[in-house]
């Protein structure tokens, strides 16, 4: 990390010599467009998107993606306690939800394992966007769910007059969390510099109920979760050189993260991740109006500590790629074609290694089109791929057996938007997508801890496919709006993990049929040993998913002052068609409610979120009981020697509520051990100049 900071150290620097040679007034910055909902820039988008940034991401700030998206309406979480957790869109999480960085892939071993967090922390982001369903096309057969692209300025893609920057604080009681950005930039009209670092530490974070805790062989009793505490830093440098039709920039970027992994009391993580990035954009004019790439390389590993002894250790290396060329319009079509590469190369070496040694390519073109009509707009798009996955067996372990796997994903898409009066427009997608299973669901055969399962994959497993239907309904009336889709998805084949009925001990070997009796009321389905583990096999079985999303806001007082209602809801069911069971850790029926007001500088906030319980859950499962959480926050802008300031308090989960989520493992494989967090007060402010 020190080398890191030196680097930015450097960055600031060379920032602050391009001030002193900068000639050139400051330019102004072009309009924010949704990147991942529209890559043709149109404001009104047919796929259901959303997005957060400046105070709206402040609001919502969490240690992990997926609990600073929760709440979104069709988006929940796959809370493997405060520090790992990914986004679940419309009851559809893991490798079929596609996490981008400016667009290009995020390499790490997140989709693997509930318990391996994203390798970003949401303080270095500057922009979240969201995009549910078949508007996800073209990034890949897996986004069946959706996409979240993380926009940072980190290869600047506009000249920036002079220096600007941004510094961020923030401290939470319920975890003591001390957390920090600064981010600097400069240049002229030729070149552009980035600098950013971060740094947060935590605490073990409260809980609304004094929970037992095992370490160093003394157990204790503290409104604790166990075993939650974290510390991550990391930060970037960049640049571009920007000519007379477009620029050419690079970055680095490195990532680090110690944090408890919670459902076992001695058991932490180590991670971290170093990415280089190239990207440049030509705009020649005539036909062809941009040509745009990318390229990156990830080099991400974690090594899982027991106690303080080394354990398994995992790595992910590889690179993806992407060009996209714009063209002019055709016949009154708009639109963008593109290449898009990826190569990975996984490993995983200790106990806990329960995936071969493999390498997974693929390589797509893909199409996208959009034709503007008096009533409104009507977009296609079309992608193809070729996917290879290869088993390189392992080094130690005799169980992997080496295997290939070749696949021809193909997916389309076609979308409407109708402008039936001036405040309205409908919506409607559809999609029919294809996935090619990963190299864990293909080839696993080892113990899971975080999960309390031994995995078997299934080398005959085919492409997975899908066919999505969404139909959405807009309003907007000057400061007042409401936003609603419906949607359906059928799997022909959805790839699911399954209990077997069978028990394996560690080594793999047999030890017999049905539940395994702990000999304390508890048995291996709740994950109460690592020696006797329940085995999970991964199959393809129909599925369903249907659901639906509403959100709005309501201007009530708009004289000098203003006072909206800002509302929102979702519910998704998930059955497997051929048992008629419901499918695992779907989150239930939510609704929330917010009153957000503003005066001049000053602003405030105080609203609830209420999830019912989730009782349709496979059969021997749990249920999740339902809870409300309180929120509030306040905030007040200022100027303080020519930069401005926003301070801000957040008061999260201000009644103390204990709430579960039913769309966390940890409810099925340790309950009750892992509750959601605690009150706490957040203070903080971001200073911007």
Known sequence: ?????????????????????????????????????????????????????????????????GETLDGTPGVSSTYFGPNASRPVIRGLDGDRIRILGNSGASIDASGLSYDHAVPVDPISIERIEVLRGPGALLYGGAAVGGAVNLIDNRIPREPVGGV????????????????????????????????????????????????ACTQGGVTTLARRICNSASRTQGGAVGGSVFFDHGYLGASVGQYRSDYGTVAEDEVNIVMKSQRRGLEGEWRPG??????????????????????????????????????????????????????????????????EAFAPYSRSRQLALFVYEELALGWGRISLGARTEQARVDSDGHPVLARFVPGRRDFRP?????????????????????????????????????????????????????TENSTTADLGLKWKSGPHKAAFNVYSTRFRNYVSLSATGLNRDSDGNGAGVGVVDCGDGTSVESGCTADVLQEYAYRAVPARFKGLEASGTWRLLERGQNLDLEWRADVVRAVDTSTGQPLPRIAPARAGLTLAWSQGAWGARLGFDHATSQTRVPA???????????????????RVSGASVLWYARLDNLTDQLAYSASSILTQTTPGKAPLPGRSLRVGLQAAF
Request: aromatic residues 10%; charged residues 15%; contains cysteine.
């Open 1 to 65: 990390m020190n080398k890191l900071f030196r680097r930015s150290a450097v960055g600031a620097a060379s920032l602050c010599a391009c001030a002193a040679f900068a000639q050139t007034p400051p330019t102004p910055t072009l309009p924010e467009i949704t990147i991942t909902g529209n890559p043709l820039g149109a404001p009104d988008l047919i796929a259901p998107a959303a997005g957060y940034t400046g105070p709206a991401l402040l609001y919502r700030l969490k240690p992990t993606l």
């Open 164 to 211: 600007t920057g941004k510094v961020d604080l923030g401290f939470a009681s319920g975890s003591r969390e001390r957390g920090g950005g600064l981010m600097l930039e400069g240049g002229n009209s030729r070149f552009a510099l980035h600098a950013d670092a971060f740094s947060r530490a935590a605490g073990d974070v409260s809980a609304p109920a004094s929970l």
């Open 286 to 351: 005539g036909w062809l109006k941009s040509l745009r790439g990318q390229f990156g390389h990830t080099d991400y590993q974690h090594t899982e500590f027991d106690a303080g002894a080394a354990g398994t250790l995992f790595r992910n290396r590889g690179h993806d790629w992407r060009f996209e060329a714009r063209h002019e319009k055709l016949a009154g079509w708009d639109g963008v074609l593109g290449v898009q590469g990826e190569s990975t190369r996984f490993s995983a070496d200790g106990a």
């Open 410 to 462: 193909a997916s389309l898409a076609a979308g409407a938007l109708w402008n039936v009066a001036p405040a309205w427009q409908v919506t409607a997608n559809l999609a029919r997508s294809q996935r090619a299973p990963k190299d864990y669901e293909l080839f696993a055969d080892g113990p899971h801890l975080a999960t309390a399962a031994y995995e078997v994959g299934n080398s005959n497993l085919g």
């Open 620 to 638: 021997g499962q749990l249920a999740t009981p339902g809870h409300t959480l309180w929120n509030a926050a306040v905030s007040y802008r200022s």
